[in-house]
C-alpha cells in the first residue's frame, strides 16, 4: 500500500513526515523498551510503517522531479548507496 499512497500524496510531504516520524519513535524506543514488550513491539512496528513509506516516496519523488534521462542513473546511485549505509 506504501505505493499506491505515495502515487497519490505529495511525495516530499509523504518522506519528510516518515523521517520524522522514524526520528520521534528512535528516539523513544528505550523508554518504550522500559515501558515492557507490548509497548516495544509497538513502538518497533511504528518504525517499520515509518521506513516502508521511504523508498516508495523517493521513487516517485524521482519519477516527478528529475529529467527522463537522468531516471536510470538516478535510481541506481539509490540503490547502489543503500549497500554502502
Known sequence: PSGWIASRAPPMVLLVGAVLTWSLVTALTPAAALAGVPALIGCRAVLGLAEGICLPAVY????????????SRGFAALNAGGGFG
Open 60 to 71: 516517485q519523488l524521482f519519477a516527478l522531479r528529475l529529467p527522463a534521462h537522468l531516471l
